[in-house]
Structure formats: structure tokens, C-alpha cells
């Protein structure tokens, strides 16, 4: 009984083929059916012979002519007016083009140029004193003087407190001078005086003339508000430079200059040792020494020397002066140097430190640990 029943319900292998191959061709027939029945319904295809279907594909045949004609006939206002924007853009520019531009300008009357005309009686009044331009001592020994006073004056040459020339001045004031014969060496005093106006200059030249030619001679204007070297002698010696050599009615000399920073340069006179200074980190050196009262008309011999770490002379400049007469001033001038305090200042022409208050209070200096370079300090000093 229980083989009967097993042979009954199994089926064959090529039944079940069958089946699904009935099931496949039936979904097929489906979805060509329902694509058709779908494109009727919205009426895409206005002709049956347009619409062909191959192997369940949809194939629609279009016609070209059909296609370029319904564009034109959907976008011809769109293109009308784009033609019509394209026209009047042309127009505007040509007509643009063409059409000159006016531009109103007012009228603008022409400037007037007047001539402007000097009056040399103020020009005359320009220059209330005779100044100093130039003087000059030259290789030969002659000195050359230049200055200026009024226009069209008379200038009187005062040397040593005599008058040894009178020059004409041009149109512009201007003068020189310079003697025939070379001055005698020796200290000169020179001063002007407008012969006109009978005014005599306010500064003063003081000039040293050296035996040993134009190299070591001096020229040095004399001021109210200072004294400025118009000639100085050329001490120099490699890269030991002296600028500027300062002797006080104190009896107190200050030698200034440049050399190689961080060494040591010593003064002596007449070959007697009297100090030494460090040169600082910015290549500048000052020395103050007391030398006593130096006897003027007197011959003297000064040497500065740079010394190398081992105390090797590597520089040594040598300069002999005879000694002029003091002008009897109670001040000096001193340029202020990069690095520069008032401390070293105040030691180097005071003799002590602690007397910077009195450079600062004749200065106006508020606070003495400020100064700057290239300020210029009027020392106050007395016997």
C-alpha cells in the first residue's frame, strides 16, 4: 500500500520544465498587452503603423522634417524678439559712434603775470652783519677769505685787530679776498667790518698757521653758539682718527676721535705719559687729562697712540702746535657721539663724574640719562 501512494504524487522533471515555461510566455504576453493598452490610453502615437514592437521592444518612427518643422513652429516669437533686441543694439551702437559729443566749458579768462620786482634796499637789509663763508688756508701758505654783507658796500679785512684790506662787494654782497703774499706762521685772528654801516662782524675766525705746511694748519669760525672747524690738520694714521682736540683755561685737554672699537689709546705730551681711554663699541674714543697751564707762543708735541690687546702700538698720530692765546671764554662745545652719557662727559672736561648736573642744567636736559647723537652741549668751566 505505501509504493502505490509514493508513485502517485511525485512528478516528473519535464512536467515542471513545461510549467514554468507556460508561466513565462503567459507574464510576457502580460507586459506586451499592458504596454500597448498603456500607450493607447494617453494617445502618444497618432497612427498604428508609427509604433512597431520587436522582440517586446517599443520602437517609434519619427519623421525628421516633422521634428525641425514643430520647433520653428513652437519657438519662432522667442526668436523674433531675440533678432529684434540684436537689431536695436547694432542701431544704437552705430548711431553712438557717429554722433559728435559736446562738452560745454565756460570760459576762463587767461592768468595775469605781473612782474615781481626786487627792491634791493631790502635786499641790502638781508644780511644786518658781515659773515664768513670760507677761509681757507692753501698749499702755498696764502689764506683765501670769503664772505658776505650788504650789496654794493665795502668790506674792511681785520687781522690781529688791523685792517690789512678793503674789497668791493658785487650786486649779491659777496667778496673775497686772498693776500698776494703767504701769512708768516703762526695764531691769526680775523674779523670784517662793513664800511658803509661801520658793523662789524659778530663772529670771528681763528687761524693757525703751521711750520709744517697747510696739513696741519687750523681754521675755526668762532660763534656765539659755539665753534665750528671751517680747516682742521689731518690726524689720522690707519684707523686712528683724532676729530677734535680741546684745551680749557681749567688746564684740562680732551682728545676725541675714532679707532677700532674695544682698545685702548694713551695720550702723552712733549713724551710724558698722561692717560688712557677704551674705545667703545661704536668706534668712538674720549680722553681727559689735566696738562697744567700751557704757555701760549710755546711749541708743543702730541701723541695719540692705538694699542692692540698685547699693548702693541698698531697707530700712532703726532701733532705739533705752538699754543695760541686763550679768548678768554668760560664755555666749550661738545657734540654729542652714539654711546655718549653725560657721566663720561662731565669726567673727561669737568675731571669729575658726579658734575654731570651742571652740564644737564646749563643744557635744559630734564633727564640726564637721555641724550641723543649729533646734540650739542655748551660745557660751562672756570679756573
Request: glycine share 4%; charged share 25%.
Amino acid at each position: 500500500m505505501a509504493a502505490t501512494n509514493i508513485t502517485k504524487t511525485k512528478r516528473s522533471t519535464d512536467e515542471m520544465i513545461e510549467d514554468a515555461i507556460d508561466k513565462q510566455q503567459s507574464w510576457l504576453n502580460r507586459r506586451r498587452d499592458f504596454t500597448r493598452d498603456f500607450l493607447r490610453r494617453f494617445n502618444v502615437f497618432k497612427h498604428n503603423d508609427d509604433v512597431e514592437i520587436v522582440e517586446h521592444r517599443v520602437v517609434v518612427k519619427t519623421d525628421k522634417k516633422d521634428k525641425n518643422h514643430s520647433v520653428l513652429r513652437d519657438f519662432w516669437f522667442p526668436i523674433l524678439c531675440a533678432l529684434i533686441v540684436i537689431l536695436i543694439a547694432v542701431f544704437v551702437m552705430i548711431v553712438k559712434v557717429n554722433t559728435p559729443v559736446k562738452v560745454f566749458v565756460p570760459p576762463v579768462p587767461e592768468p595775469i603775470i605781473k612782474p615781481v620786482s626786487v627792491d634791493k634796499s631790502v635786499q641790502r637789509l638781508s644780511i644786518s652783519y658781515p659773515c664768513f663763508d670760507i677761509v681757507r688756508i692753501e698749499d702755498s701758505g696764502r689764506i683765501v677769505i670769503a664772505g658776505r654783507t650788504m650789496s654794493e658796500s665795502s668790506i674792511s679785512i681785520v687781522i690781529n685787530k688791523k685792517i690789512v684790506a678793503t674789497e668791493r662787494t658785487n650786486l649779491d654782497g659777496e667778496f673775497v679776498y686772498s693776500p698776494v703774499s703767504a701769512l708768516k706762521p703762526g695764531n691769526y685772528e680775523i674779523a670784517l667790518i662793513d664800511v658803509k654801516n661801520n658793523k662789524k662782524s659778530k663772529d670771528k675766525v681763528f687761524v693757525y698757521i703751521s711750520e709744517r705746511g697747510y696739513k696741519n694748519s687750523v681754521s675755526l669760525l668762532m660763534t656765539e653758539t659755539g665753534s665750528k672747524i671751517m680747516q682742521a690738520p689731518e690726524l689720522l694714521d690707519g684707523d686712528l682718527v683724532v676729530s677734535k682736540i680741546d684745551y680749557l683755561s681749567t688746564g684740562r685737554m680732551v682728545v676725541t676721535g675714532k679707532a677700532l672699537p674695544r682698545l685702548r689709546v694713551s695720550l702723552t705730551l712733549n713724551d710724558k705719559y698722561l692717560g688712557f681711554a677704551r674705545v667703545s663699541d661704536y668706534k668712538n674714543f674720549g680722553l681727559g687729562v689735566d696738562v697744567g697751564q700751557l704757555k701760549p707762543g710755546q711749541e708743543y708735541k702730541l701723541n695719540v697712540r692705538l694699542h692692540d690687546g698685547n699693548g702693541n702700538t698698531i697707530a700712532n698720530i703726532k701733532h705739533e702746535f705752538i699754543m695760541p692765546k686763550m679768548t678768554g671764554d668760560d664755555n666749550t662745545f661738545y657734540t654729542v657721539r652714539r654711546g655718549d652719557c653725560l657721566w663720561v662727559i662731565a669726567r673727561n672736561f669737568l675731571r669729575r663724574g658726579v658734575l654731570f648736573s651742571i652740564i644737564a642744567e646749563r643744557n635744559n636736559i630734564k633727564n640726564p640719562d637721555l641724550i641723543y647723537p649729533e646734540q650739542l652741549l655748551k660745557i660751562p668751566f672756570k679756573k
